[in-house]
């Protein structure tokens, strides 16, 4: 069963923008990860954050997770062109490290120039 | 830096085929998993080895199996392929008691 579900299914925004992201998931984690994916191509670690974490930056990234909601947002400020790609979230479940990851739909994210 | 090496990138074959593909993780990571994402789907969970044991197994058909070999390297296998088995195929690694796992550029297996 899907584990995590994104929302908006899609996104266009301009260059210069904020993009957020959201994600929900239905069972207890260990920890949530966001993942980008250009078209048809590998998917990149972005960032991750554990269950007892509530935000987390990286650069230009946020990420909140809010564990009674069971939700997450990732937020991309200033987005360029090149954040153009889609975008999971998938959940680590809880039983220790190295536990099988759980996606859910990806939000395709269109950064106009 | 390293990263997850695929072999091979992109793979024809036909119905009722077998198929093999490798992976080899980041080093010092002992830990791989497969994933397969059909077309406009999400990824899903098949099967992960750690230390060279099955640690979980996910959706993955009867017809597929997989190793994980003495230098962390894995290999699936999969037979009598069929249609909807075309699909992108990842592997990903991780660290000892690591939680981030790191994609390979995945397999594109189309069959026909």
């Known amino acids: 069963s899907q584990q995590g579900e994104e929302d908006p299914q899609a996104l266009s925004i301009q260059e210069g923008e904020n993009a957020t992201m959201n994600c929900s998931y239905k069972?207890?984690?260990?920890?949530l990860q966001w993942y980008r994916q250009n078209s048809g191509r590998g998917l990149v670690h972005l960032i991750l954050?554990?269950?007892?974490?509530r935000e987390k930056h990286s650069g230009r990234l946020r990420v909140t997770l809010d564990t009674s909601k069971k939700s997450s947002s990732l937020l991309i400020t200033a987005s360029r062109a090149a954040d153009t790609a889609s975008y999971f979230c998938a959940t680590g479940s809880l039983g220790g490290a190295n536990s099988k990851l759980t996606f859910g739909k990806g939000i395709t994210l269109s950064v106009r120039p | 830096a390293a990263g997850v090496i695929q072999s091979p990138r992109h793979l024809i074959k036909e119905k009722r085929e077998t198929a093999t593909l490798k992976c080899y993780p980041i080093p010092r990571h002992d830990t791989v998993y497969w994933y397969q994402q059909g077309p406009g789907q999400d990824p899903q969970f098949l099967i992960s080895f750690y230390e060279k044991m099955q640690s979980d197994k996910g959706s993955i058909p009867d017809r597929f199996s997989a190793q994980q070999f003495s230098d962390y390297h894995s290999e699936l296998n999969m037979s009598s392929l069929e249609l909807g088995d075309s699909a992108l195929y990842f592997c990903a690694s991780s660290l000892p008691q690591g939680d981030e796992q790191y994609f390979g550029p995945g397999t594109r297996l189309t069959v026909t």
């Open positions: 954050i554990r269950s007892n974490e």
């Open positions: 069972t207890s984690i260990n920890n």
